[in-house]
């Protein structure tokens, strides 16, 4: 079946591309639709999250590689994850103006997308927005996170290859990286490797990499870099690379996006489920006397749910 | 019914309290029925959520307000909700570690909560572990964040009181606040206000109190603090103590309550909804095939839950 817009995406129409994600981001028919015709075509793409601390430098790191991997010829998605506040609204949208000086180049695509609060929305509009790149023949697709919370741990499931970038400096909370996500990473960069501490923050991560079995086939890389003056590009370029290599001569690359397929299926399901349920409660009978004896302390949540969940299923 | 463990929590036995928060976060049968036996006892404290970004020095902060509050003869239960991270251990377990000062106290309780990694199962822990300090008798529950990501979300939904705790420097993405944490605070605490810009920040956060329409019944209120030399502190107490004194001569604390029993319940059946959905599909004959076909990119992810959802429904 034809959809226009699809088709439009296909042929390479980048304000059509926008208009997909938008529409997806808002949970729209629309939206849906083009990406039911979209979704065939996509599964190509070497798709990259980067994630770590905030202040480690991620946006000016993807600004680099995108010139970087532009000089390759490569074709450069980027999905920015983006806290909104009244507060940091100047940095971040200077690090977004920045990245804007590849504005007039077709061959990059970037779009940031604010936290919006909501529970698991932000990773699917990301997820979708990398299936639209995807099909539309960008080559790598970066998604760059906050790198805090629950975003860090979602963008891990999405990506064929994750960058966790960090920074020297140690004793600081905002050095806080879920352990899960240490182990998830493929490539490790120290960024602001100029600043005091770069050499002991480097000989601890290498430490960290030693001390698991290493039982990995790809053997996992530590990058440094100074971002800002464009050093340790190149062979962070080249590490993704050589990890693009390794996912498609092993089977990697087929299970990678088999689990990627997976987890965007369930996530579907439990959006749904919750949909349907949530629904169904709003409208039973029996919320109103549940909600009145929570409330009274008569009940508590958990049983109350219990009782509201089999009033559901009668 | 009578149960065991929880009439020593009543009893003010703090190794079983310290037991059933476990068992609750175990999700264990044992921790929920003494949840159902504790919950007619809860209702009665004042839930503070202190949130703010990573660096802020709300550690230190709530370290002081509990002297405070014990010298105005309060008991004050502490949830720190901590990131784990290989990185970042020393300097939180170090927080930790000051907060272990009140541990000869019996008027006070610190339990720290490491994120999972898990959607919501956080803030889950979190809200049991608020009602077995208020039945046990605490006057004040502490629910301390790291800052960022969903977690900050959810602490407020759960909170009578919610504190926000800024630092002086602007353009820092380490000040990232999500707007509707801003929205949603009663105090601004101003903290480390002995650092340079401190003057600018403030007068930057009052315009951010002013241009907001005051047709609140709760003027709300900026306290500088710097925490370190324990400057502000009396201050902050004053300030939580008036709002407290605010909820319960007006309406507030009543619907502020029915508020958080009403997002316990739906989070409770959100929980649920999905387990129940997910074990269903687990054991379903569709999902191979669905599985199968989004793999191979036939399907896409929400036709395929669609279809999944129907399955389950049949």
Known sequence: MGNALADKVLAGHVPSAARVIRRLEDGDAEGRDALTALYPHSGKAQIIGVTGPPGAGKSTLVDRLITAFRKRDKRVGVIAIDPTSPFSGGAILGDRVRMQSHAADSGVFIRSMATRGQLGGLARAADDATVVLDAMGFDLILIETVGVGQDEVDVIKL????????????????????????????????????????????????????????????????????????????????????????????????????????????????????????????????????????????????????????????
Chains 1, 2 share one sequence.
């Not at 004793?171 to 996500?181: H, Y």
């Not at 990473?185 to 923050?201: I, W």
């Not at 960290?208 to 050093?231: F, I, P, Q």
């Open 159 to 314: 990506a064929h290859t994750t960058v966790v970038v960090c920074l020297p400096g140690t004793g600081d909370e905002v050095q806080a990286i879920k352990a899960g996500v240490m182990e998830a990473a493929d490539l490790f960069v120290l960024n602001k490797a100029d600043l005091p501490g770069a050499d002991e923050a480097e000989s601890h991560l290498a430490t960290l990499l030693h001390l698991e079995m290493n039982d990995r086939e790809w053997e996992r890389r530590l990058v440094r870099t100074v971002a800002e003056k464009g050093e340790g590009v190149a062979e962070l370029c080249d590490a993704v690379v050589a990890h693009d290599v390794y996912l498609r001569t092993s089977d990697a690359f087929t299970s990678r996006s088999a689990a990627r397929a997976r987890h965007s299926l369930f996530e579907r399901l439990r959006e749904l489920a919750l949909e349907r349920a949530i629904d169904g409660i709003e409208r039973s009978e029996e919320l109103q006397h549940v909600l009145g004896a929570v409330t009274r302390r008569e009940t508590d949540p958990y049983v109350g749910a219990a009782r509201l969940w089999q009033a559901l299923k009668n």
